[in-house]
């Protein structure tokens, strides 16, 4: 016989007695389908409203205590666990209760790598560059700086490929000059800028080889594959066709910021600085115009101070005309003219203050020797003295030096005698 819910009997209770009743457990081996079977056997005891009623009499009569402002978790604990809510519902209400912990932001320090020197043996290395990336970290952001004229291709191109593998990102600042190789080696960066007064070049790749025909042309071969990964480096940075690549390329083509702005080489310019000196036989094949734009960033000191009388004149030009009879302003040349003047004074003034500081040292280098030698023939005179000497006795007195007679009137003479003369005149 079905078993059915007694009047008054909640939900809970019915199901809970039908659950472990016999001939329920019987027909319904399977947990799960002998409590579909008990909810069934309730809802259909019982009309809608009364379902309704009993379910509200299962649930709790008040809501699930949350977590009060600045309260702590034993605290609400004690408030929270009841009758109706035990510890693991009220863990559950405090967790789902807790603000959201806001991620912190770890800023990681950026490391500068400079490459001011030439690229390869007797310069910057491929070696140290990677042993300066393995310092930083994988993830460290790099801030590669860059003034240099290039240099060997090979080790141009490791440092290129290293730089490409670091997973932090790169920022890249040219500093003056970025020419040959180590305008492939800026394109490393995730971000290229140029300070306003920099130079960026681009030519065919060279190397100074030795040996015979078949070296020359493996060293030929292999100067042509750096050339292709060159241009594809070139190339897609910058959207430039190859064919227009290689042409820069053959042609030694030099670009001022603004324009390897404009072709894509970089994507930023920054204020023009004070350019440090390269190596200079980058310059060597540079049409005139690079040549003039470098002496612009390196201007000579004379023409510095020179500018900055100017300015002071300009400052009291104003007063020019209250200007006292007798006094005289003058004007640039003069004033460049009486700067050279005194530059040239100053100048033999501090050649002949070491001339001076040379002839006392060899003034006091002789006067040493002059004692030495004093102090040598005193000791030879004496010498010569006891060796001359004439005993008046059998026995030569041991407290007194014989003397000898300098002067030339003995009659008697002999070898010492004569070197004594000599050593005296």
Known sequence: MPITPNEDE???DFITRCMSDEGTTKEYSDEEDREEYCTLQFNEANPQEDVEEAEAE?????EIAVPKEGEDKETFMERCVTDEYDNEMCSISWDENQPEEEEEEVVENTQDIFIYDMIGSGGL??????NELSKAGKTTPINLRINSAGGDVFE????YNSLKKHQGHITVEIEGLAASMASVIMLAGDEVSASENSLIMIHNPSVGIQGDAKDLTKKAELLDKIKEQMVGIYSTRTGIKDTDIIEMMNAETWFTATEAMEQGFISNIGEPIKVAAVNETV???APSWVVDFKKKQN???????LGMLTNLKNRISGIKEDTPKGVRIL??????????????????????????VDTLSIVATHES?????????QEKVEELNKLNATPTSDKVLADKDPSLNLKGDSKETNGWNEAMKSLME
């Open 369 to 377: 020797t002059i004692e030495i030698l004093n102090k040598e023939l």
């Open 10 to 12: 909640t939900k809970v």
């Open 156 to 159: 141009g191109i490791a440092i």
């Open 283 to 285: 310059f060597s094949n």
């Open 58 to 62: 299962d649930k709790p009569t008040n």
């Open 125 to 130: 290395t491929a070696k140290q560059v990677v």
């Open 331 to 356: 004007d640039d040349k003069a004033v460049k003219r009486e700067l050279v003047n005194l530059s040239q004074t100053i100048g033999e003034a501090v050649n002949i203050q070491d001339e001076l």
């Open 299 to 305: 201007p000579n000191i004379m023409d510095d101070i």
